[in-house]
């Protein structure tokens, strides 16, 4: 696991949570090689092996929650991480502790625990974040070992009140160790998954958005202005369908060049934004042609603030002011419309009258006399 997250890391420096992992499963890669080592020791474990183990894997333990913190884009815990694996080498080495195993575990398993309560809390502040497939796992998995953790350290003091030797060997050591490997190699596995996960979105993102603008674009208009059709229908908010594009924007690009087109474009998208909020629906679907659903709105009225809205701020260039203008079509639902198309079908036809008009204007496909409520 420690390849894997190496490799994601290179590969995605700005996740730098991945940074934090991968020294972790470092770190409790350090943890076995120095196990290895204790255990060749038949009787006496040397020390500094033995307190090198401890504080690798606590040091671990604290990049692991400082890999969360920075998931979920908050401070990292890297120095905290060092302190205790620092403070965990130390008091390992004092003369008092280093003979004694349980007093090793006794200083040792409760920062563990501490460790793992702090990732729970933090993953538990972040409601959104736990839709996430992956992350709900990772809280449970984190949860279930810090209880464990505890429980043994429970054992751990009533075996040490009632004088009981404690070996290495004992079955509630043994099987510890084991449920530490399996949880390391879950815990790193729901790590890399949040990523990939996070990853995989931000791809469909970029798949459903227009780069240049920030709006939808064609790909997902279909399936977008179909469900508020159908919630218009169900809530008998009406819908409506408004088109505009940018005036002679040929002649833009001729005159100034591509790169003042493409500033034409988004200093358009973000005039007109400014008249829409923030869950109202926007679409870039052509090169200079755009649409916007507002559902609750007057698409006359908003027709109209669409058009005075660009014209009244011309793009600001190195070469001096840029007048633009849009024309604005729009078309409001009928009883006996099926579908959205035939919405937008209306407001297509408005636009295309618009630009035979003179341009810079508004026109609405509404007929008179029908009845533009749902049935």
Known sequence: MATTLGVMSRLSPADRCLKDWTQAALLFLANSIFGVVVLSYDLHPHPVAVALANASTIAGYALMLSGVRRYLQRPSARQ???????????????????????????????????IHVAVVVELCREPRQLAKPAMKPLLALTLAYAVQQ???????????????????NDSVFTSGRLLMFVYLLLATMACALLVLQDKAEELKRHADVDPMTGWHNR????????????????????????????DHFKAVNDRYGHDIGDQAIRHVAAS?????????????IGGEEFVVCAPGL???VLAERIRARVASR???TTNGEVVLTVSVGYGDVQADD??????????????????????????GFCPPGLDLAWA
Do not use: C
């Not at 280093?98 to 920062?111: A, C, D, N, T, V």
């Not at 505890?150 to 290495?168: E, K």
């Not at 007109?272 to 870039?284: K, N, P, S």
């Open 150 to 168: 505890l429980l043994r350290l429970l054992v751990l003091a009533q075996a040490m009140f009632h004088g009981a030797p404690i070996s290495l």
């Open 314 to 316: 011309p793009l600001l």
């Open 338 to 363: 099926a579908d959205w198309k035939a919405v937008a079908q209306r407001a297509d036809q408005a636009l295309y009258q618009a630009k035979r008009s003179g341009r810079n204007r508004v026109e």
């Open 272 to 284: 007109v934004a400014q008249e829409l909020r923030g869950y109202d629906r926007r679409f870039r």
């Open 80 to 114: 905290l991480a060092l302190l205790l694996g620092l403070l965990t080498l130390v008091l390992d080495l004092l003369p008092g502790v280093r003979s004694h195993l349980e007093w090793r575990l006794l200083l040792g398993w409760p920062i563990i625990v501490g």
């Open 219 to 246: 790909r997902t208009w279909d399936d977008v202005m179909d469900a508020e059709f159908q919630r218009g229908r169900r809530t008998g908010a009406g819908f409506h369908v408004v088109m505009f594009d940018i």
């Open 298 to 300: 007057q698409a006359a």
